[in-house]
C-alpha cells in the first residue's frame, strides 16, 4: 500500500485571498480543501489553520459553517433604508450591524426595463443578497430577495381594561396579536378606548407581547378615529416637522415684478362644494383670431408651488416624503402646510396668488393648435361648486354665477364642447365606474352614502386640465428639459387573453391579433350599455388595465390614448406636478427655482417613491371607507339586501351590498354542500354536482351577519330563495363547463349546510383633474 504523501499547505493570505474572491455562494472547509487539494491527515492541520484565522478575527463564521472575511457583510442580508445618494440611488444599511465603525455603503440594484422592480423608502425593510463590488473600503451591490414586513414602533388598537392592567386589540386587520398592557403602563386608559402603544421589552417567554399605552386617542366608537386608524396603519405622515412648519409661516405673498399680470382676467375655480384646498383656475373666451373662426382660447392657472416649496428645503424634503394628500371623509393629511396648502397656495376669490399658467388654443373642433406657459400673478374671481356651475349652464344661475354666465361660464362650456369633439376621435378608454361618497353628520358619523352626480362642470375641469397636462409635456420634450411623466402602459398579454375568454362566455368577442387600443374595449362596453352586463363588464375591463405610475422614461398614457402626458394641474396635492412645474421654470428660463441637474439625475428614484406614496394613500383612503360604511351597517346585522358579486376567489365571494356599497365576504364554506371549482379566467365557482354558478356581477340576495367597527370587515350570508339572481346551470351546461374549469386550473373547494332556516336548490374625491 502506498504510503501516503502530505502535499503543501495553502498560506493564510492564499485562504483570505480565495475567500474574499469565492464566487459559488457560501465558503465552507470542504470548498477550501477542494481547492487547495487538501486530502487525508492534512485536513486536521487546514482546521486548525482555519481556527487561527478565526480567533485572530480575519474570518468569521456564518450559519451552517460558512466562512467570511470579518470585514465583509454576510451574501445574504437583512437591511432598511438608508436616505439616496446624490445620482438618486437608494442607500442601504444592515439591520443590527456590528461591525465596528461606520456600517459598509450598500447600493440598491435597479431592475431593468420598463416597469420598475421592487423600490424601497423610508422605514422599509428588506432580504438581499449582496455582492461587493469594491475593496477597501467595501461597496456592496443588492438585489432585493423579499421586500419585509418592518417590525412595528407602535401599535394602535382598542384598550380593554383589568385589575392587572389590560390588552390591546389592534385595528390593523391583517394583525391577529393580541398585545398585554402591566398595570404600570396603562396611563389611565379606558376601557374601548383607542390607544397607540409601543413594544416594552419582556423576558416573558409565554403569553401575548407586552407593550405600554403611548398616547390615547378618544372613544373608538367615535367616526373621527376611523382615519385615524387608516393612517397609522398605513404609516402615513400626519404631522410636519417644525422646521417645515417655520419655513411655510415664514413665507410671503409675491409682487408681480416680472411675471405675467393675469390679475384683470377672470379667472374662476370650479370645485367640489366641500373642497379643502383650490389649486387651479380656468377661463375661456372665443378665440379673437380672424383665421381661426369659431376656434377657443382658454387659460388654465396653476399655484406657483414651486416658488415656496424650493429643491432641498425642509418643505421640499417632507413633500417628498409624503408624495402626495390623503382624502378621507373627515379630513385630509396634506403633502404641504396648510398655511400654504389652504393659504398662499390656495387660489381664494379676491386674493392675488402666484401661478404658473398655460395659454391654449383650440380650433372649432377642439384641435388644440398651439399653447404658451408664463409665470404670473391672478386674481380669482369666483370659487364655484360644481352643482352651482351647472346650474347656471342650464339655465338657473344664482348671485354668484350670473354675473360669470355670459362672459366666463358659457365660453367654458363652448370650449367644452369643441374639446369633446377632438376626445370622439381620439378615443380615450371610457369605463363607467360610480364613484361612492360618503355624507358625515355634524358629529362625523356616516348620514348616508351616495353616489356622486356627474356634471358637464365636472368634465369642463376635466377635459382643460389633461390638455394642460399634455402641453407640459411637450413642452419639456420640446426643451429637453427631464420630465416626470404619468405612465399608463398597455395590458399584458397574459390579461388580455383572461378578458377574451372572460368576454366570451356573454358571446362577446375581443379579437385575436388586433391592435390593443383603448377603443378596442370601447367597442366592447358600447355593446353592453344600458344591459345587465353592463357593471360587470366595466369591472373586468378596468381589472385587465395595468396601474399607472410615475417615471421620466415616457410610456405614454394607454387610458387616455396620449402619446405622452405629465401631471402640472395639481402641485398642492402631488409632488409629481411640483416636479413638472420645476422642469417648466428651467425650460423657459422663468426664474432660478427651477429643476437642478441634481434633482434632475434622481427622477428614477423619485418617480419609484410617490408611485409607492400614491398607491399607499390609495390604500388609506379605501380602508377609511371600508370602516365608515362598516360603522354605518353595524345597526343592520342581521338584516337582507341585494348586493352583486365584485370578487370571486377560491376560498369565497365578495359582495357589494346595495346601495351602500359596503364590501363583504361570504366564505365557500358558507355557499352549500357542493364543491365548488373556482374558475379563475372567467371569474367564477361552479359547483361540481349541480353545476350551480355564482360569477362576477351576479345580484344575490344576503344576510348581514357581521360589521367589525375596528377592521371594516363586513361577514355576509348566502340566501336561497326565488329572489335570489345566483343562476343555477343545467348538468348538461356543466359537462361542457367542467373542461374549461380543468384547464384553467380550478380548484375544488367544499361547502358545508346552510345555516338552518335556508332553503337549499340543486366597490376620492370627486374631482379627477388629469388622470
Known amino acids: 500500500m502506498a504510503k501516503y504523501q502530505p502535499g503543501p499547505l495553502p498560506t493564510r493570505e492564499e485562504i483570505l485571498d480565495f475567500v474574499r474572491n469565492f464566487s459559488g455562494g457560501k465558503v465552507t472547509k470542504r470548498d477550501i ?35 467570511r472575511p470579518a470585514d465583509r457583510l454576510p451574501g445574504v442580508q437583512v437591511v432598511e433604508f438608508a436616505g439616496l445618494d446624490k445620482g438618486g440611488e437608494a ?9 465596528g465603525g461606520k456600517p459598509p455603503l450598500i447600493i440598491l440594484k435597479q431592475k431593468a426595463g420598463k416597469r420598475p422592480g421592487p423600490t424601497m423608502g423610508a422605514g422599509d425593510r428588506a432580504l438581499v443578497r449582496l455582492t461587493c463590488i469594491k475593496d477597501e473600503p467595501p461597496v456592496y451591490r443588492a438585489s432585493i430577495l423579499k421586500i419585509l414586513k418592518p417590525a412595528p414602533r407602535s401599535i394602535m388598537g382598542v384598550f380593554h381594561g383589568s385589575p392587572n392592567g389590560g390588552r390591546v386589540h389592534p385595528t390593523d386587520k391583517k394583525n391577529r396579536d393580541e398585545y398585554w398592557v402591566d398595570r404600570d403602563d396603562v396611563m389611565g386608559a379606558e376601557e374601548g378606548e383607542l390607544v397607540l402603544a409601543e413594544p416594552v421589552k419582556s423576558s416573558r417567554q409565554m403569553g401575548p407581547k407586552r407593550v405600554r399605552v403611548k398616547e390615547r386617542l378618544g372613544d373608538v366608537s367615535d367616526a373621527r378615529s376611523i382615519s385615524m386608524i387608516a393612517i397609522h396603519s398605513l404609516d402615513i405622515p400626519y404631522e410636519f416637522p417644525k422646521e417645515a412648519l417655520e419655513v411655510a409661516e415664514a413665507a410671503k405673498p409675491v409682487a408681480l415684478g416680472k411675471r405675467d399680470d393675469l390679475r384683470a382676467i377672470p379667472l374662476i375655480t370650479i370645485d367640489p362644494s366641500d373642497a379643502r384646498d383650490h389649486d387651479d383656475a380656468i377661463w375661456a373666451a372665443p378665440d379673437d383670431d380672424p383665421t381661426n373662426e ?66 391654449i388654443w383650440f380650433d372649432k373642433n377642439g384641435v388644440k393648435l ?39 361660464l358659457k365660453p367654458l362650456h363652448g370650449t367644452f364642447k369643441a374639446i369633446m369633439k377632438a376626445r370622439a376621435k381620439r378615443q380615450p378608454l371610457e369605463l363607467d365606474m360610480p ?12 348620514a348616508g352614502i351616495t353616489i356622486r352626480d356627474r356634471f358637464d362642470a365636472h368634465k369642463i375641469v376635466e377635459e382643460l386640465m389633461i390638455t394642460a397636462n399634455v402641453c407640459a409635456a411637450e413642452e419639456l420634450e420640446a426643451h429637453r428639459v427631464p420630465a416626470m411623466y404619468r405612465v399608463h402602459e398597455e395590458p399584458p398579454m397574459d390579461k388580455m387573453e383572461s378578458l377574451r375568454d372572460f368576454l366570451a362566455t356573454l358571446e362577446l368577442n375581443l379579437a385575436k391579433g388586433s391592435v390593443t387600443m383603448p377603443r378596442l374595449f370601447n367597442g366592447i362596453l358600447s355593446q353592453v350599455k344600458d344591459s345587465p352586463h353592463e357593471r360587470l363588464v366595466n369591472e373586468v375591463v378596468l381589472r385587465s388595465q395595468t396601474q399607472a405610475y410615475y417615471s421620466p422614461e415616457n410610456m405614454g398614457h394607454f387610458g387616455l390614448a396620449l402619446p405622452r402626458y405629465a401631471h402640472f394641474t395639481s402641485p398642492i396635492r402631488r409632488y409629481a406636478d411640483l416636479v413638472v412645474h420645476r422642469g417648466l421654470i428651467r425650460a423657459l428660463k422663468l426664474g432660478k427655482d427651477g429643476l437642478s441637474d441634481e434633482q434632475a ?14 398607491r399607499r394613500a390609495m390604500a388609506a383612503e379605501r380602508e377609511s371607507t371600508d370602516r365608515y360604511l362598516a360603522n354605518y351597517l353595524a345597526d343592520h346585522v342581521g338584516d337582507e339586501f341585494f348586493g352583486r358579486i365584485t370578487g370571486v376567489t377560491r376560498f369565497g365571494l365578495f359582495v357589494s351590498i346595495e346601495p351602500s356599497g359596503g364590501d363583504g365576504l361570504i366564505p365557500i364554506s358558507e355557499i352549500g354542500t357542493d364543491f365548488y371549482s373556482h374558475d379563475e379566467a372567467h371569474h367564477r365557482l361552479v359547483g361540481e354536482r349541480s353545476g350551480e354558478e355564482f360569477k362576477l356581477g351576479d345580484r344575490i340576495k344576503v344576510r348581514l351577519t357581521e360589521a367589525n367597527r ?41 361547502g358545508k349546510r346552510p345555516p338552518a332556516g335556508h332553503r337549499s336548490k340543486g366597490k376620492a374625491r370627486g374631482k379627477a383633474k388629469g388622470q
Open 294 to 359: 369659431g376656434g377657443w382660447h382658454a387659460i388654465v392657472a396653476i399655484a406657483d408651488v414651486a416658488h415656496y416649496v424650493t429643491i432641498g428645503s425642509p418643505l421640499d424634503r417632507e413633500a417628498l416624503k409624503r408624495g402626495n394628500s390623503c382624502y378621507f371623509p373627515d379630513r385630509v393629511v396634506p403633502m404641504l402646510p396648510e398655511t400654504l396648502s389652504a393659504g398662499l397656495c390656495s387660489l381664494m376669490p379676491g386674493e392675488e396668488r402666484a401661478c404658473m399658467a398655460v395659454h
Open 601 to 614: 439625475d434622481q427622477l428614477s428614484s423619485i418617480g419609484e417613491q410617490i408611485s409607492s406614496t400614491e
Open 710 to 750: 375596528f377592521t371594516g370587515g363586513l361577514k355576509l350570508d348566502l340566501i336561497r330563495d326565488d329572489e335570489n339572481s345566483g343562476g343555477v346551470t343545467s348538468q348538461k351546461q356543466h359537462k361542457k363547463l367542467g373542461a374549461r374549469h380543468n384547464r384553467s386550473g380550478g380548484r375544488p373547494a367544499r
Open 91 to 99: 442607500l442601504l444599511k444592515p439591520v443590527n450591524y456590528e461591525g
Open 33 to 67: 480543501a477542494r481547492a487547495f487539494g487538501v486530502k487525508g491527515p492534512d485536513k486536521v492541520f487546514l482546521k486548525k489553520l482555519l481556527r487561527e484565522l478565526t480567533e485572530d478575527g480575519v474570518l468569521t463564521k456564518d450559519t451552517g459553517h460558512a466562512l
Open 435 to 446: 364613484e361612492r361618497k360618503i355624507v358625515l353628520n355634524e358629529s362625523g358619523h356616516v
Open 370 to 408: 398651439r399653447h404658451k406657459f408664463v409665470r404670473g400673478l391672478m386674481r380669482s374671481a369666483a370659487n364655484i361648486s360644481y352643482e352651482r356651475a351647472q346650474a347656471a349652464l342650464d339655465g338657473e344661475p344664482d348671485e354668484l354665477t350670473a354675473p360669470l354666465l355670459e362672459t366666463v
